[in-house]
């Protein structure tokens, strides 16, 4: 049975104009086109194909990959709609970088944040060691500095040096203005740690710059204009845990001195490190997964109180760790490939 245009496109919810559309692009050509007044025609068959092309057309798939979709099996489809998928996951978070400083530089003399200067202390003391050293390529610079995010509900410190991630969060006693994102060199704000940690709040504003007020004094620090790496993503990319453990950190931290890697035999009432050391854990799941040393030591020395929770996905993906004591603070840190 043949169905007019009109017919169709009620059926698979499409436009005429879309359809005369697709028709011209040679993506759904009708079944039959009458030859004395053109009218399109078109066979419920078609339907699938129609749909299917709908709904790529919904998530705004270009039209040569939609091509390339209406004729490839449900698994290339898959592939194809995932990768258009993060590159529009990538496209929005530049976007919202870039309208956020664009309302930053606009209205940043609007933007304040007073916070606990003992816990403004903490978190730069915990954030700026995860920058990598200042490097003079323009990835070397973005990774010497902290990204500060300030909103009304949290100010959110972040570092990393591609092989660790440390996101501190900290919560204003009180906000003023619109919302800002801002890099500032780890090793300036490292300097006034002490600084903030003798005052009972400090005050930050931005102002084209970064200036924290603690009473009668305050202290300027410069900004980085640059894109920093979509720390975010990374987060949300992460999948449940398959292994969670919770062992005494000192104590970890003290047998991973001077070693290069280690191997962690993780199950649920024990952390092993070859047959000379074992210690007492509780936890979920089982695991061998590798670590250098110094990279894991970094994330503990970081964390506060006498446990330590370490979250494993899978030994090649990157491994949250976690103070038991402290859940504004959070480390990434990458494993590394054990041989044999």
């Not at 790496?229 to 969670?244: E, F, K, N």
């Not at 503990?300 to 109180?305: P, T």
Request: net charge negative.
């Amino acid at each position: 049975m043949r169905l007019t245009i009109s017919e169709f496109a009620r059926l698979v919810g499409l436009a005429p104009s879309a359809l005369r559309f697709y028709d011209d692009c040679g993506l759904l050509p009708p079944a039959e086109v009458d030859a004395t007044n053109g009218y399109r025609y078109y066979d419920k068959s078609q339907q699938p194909r129609a749909r299917l092309l709908r709904d790529l057309r919904e998530i705004d798939l270009p039209l040569p990959d939609v091509r390339l979709a209406l004729d490839a099996s449900p698994s290339e489809v898959a592939d194809l709609v995932r990768a258009h998928l993060r590159t529009l996951e990538a496209k929005s978070t530049a976007t919202r970088t870039a309208a956020t400083r664009l309302l930053t530089n606009l209205l940043s003399q609007k933007t304040t944040a007073l916070l606990g200067g003992p816990e403004l202390a903490s978190a730069i003391r915990q954030v700026t060691p995860t920058a990598a050293p200042p490097g003079e390529e323009d990835l070397g610079l973005v990774l010497s500095c902290v990204l500060i995010e300030l909103g009304p509900d949290e100010v959110t410190f972040v570092a990393t040096d591609r092989y660790r991630l440390a996101v501190r969060t900290v919560r204003p006693v009180e906000f003023g203005g619109v919302a800002a994102r801002l890099l500032v060199r780890a090793d300036e704000l490292a300097q006034v740690s002490r600084w903030a940690a003798a005052g009972d709040v400090v005050r930050v504003e931005v102002n084209g710059g970064l200036t924290l007020v603690r009473g009668e004094e305050s202290r300027e620090l410069q900004t980085v204009d640059a894109e920093y790496p979509a720390y975010g993503q990374i987060l949300d990319g992460l999948t449940p845990p398959a292994c969670r453990v919770v062992v005494d950190r000192l104590r970890l931290l003290d047998v991973l001195a001077g070693r290069d890697v280690v191997a962690l035999d993780i199950d649920q009432q024990s952390l092993r490190i070859g047959d000379e050391v074992k210690l007492d854990a509780i936890g979920t799941g089982s695991v061998r997964i590798g670590f250098t040393a110094s990279l894991l030591a970094a994330a503990l020395e970081a964390s506060v109180g006498p446990d330590v929770l370490l979250e494993i996905c899978e030994p090649a993906r990157p491994v949250v760790v976690r103070s038991a004591d402290q859940g504004t603070f959070t480390t990434l840190v990458m494993p590394v490939r054990l041989d044999g």
